[in-house]
């Protein structure tokens, strides 16, 4: 079973960036799909990034295209969210999650999401 552990988020101002990190354990990273949510107060979770488990086919949120970028290293056993340029609307607790299809990860299918993060609170001031 794999573990997954956010980590980076904080209090960063309008126009600021960070890079939160994703730490994986107990299990073979490399194979797994890798996808970032996030849920604003007040709101349900939503689809931000995925990341195939080789990292050659990413994806993003229309959100978030141009400002944030997925990466992964899987001799590491980490992906990444890079976010640059936030917005106060970026405010929320960034998940991280690992599945087997980056199609069901994107649409947030049931059985496509084996695992998920406790997440990270990333809070943008204006």
């Known amino acids: 079973q794999l573990e997954l552990v956010e980590s980076g988020g904080g209090l960063v101002q309008t126009g600021g960036s960070l890079r939160l990190s994703c730490a994986a354990s107990g299990g073979p990273f490399s194979f797994y799909v890798v996808g970032w949510f996030r849920q604003a107060p007040g709101q349900g979770r939503e689809f931000v990034s995925g990341i195939s488990s080789t990292g050659g086919i990413t994806d993003y949120a229309n959100s978030v295209k141009g400002r944030f970028t997925v990466a992964r290293d899987n001799a590491k056993n980490t992906a990444y969210l890079e976010m640059n340029v936030l917005q106060p609307e970026d405010t929320a607790v960034y998940y991280c999650?690992?599945?087997?299809?980056?199609?069901?990860?994107?649409?947030?299918?049931?059985?496509?999401?084996?695992?998920w993060g406790k997440g990270t609170l990333v809070t943008v001031s204006s």
């Open positions: 999650a690992a599945g087997r299809n980056l199609y069901r990860m994107r649409t947030m299918s049931s059985d496509g999401i084996n695992y």
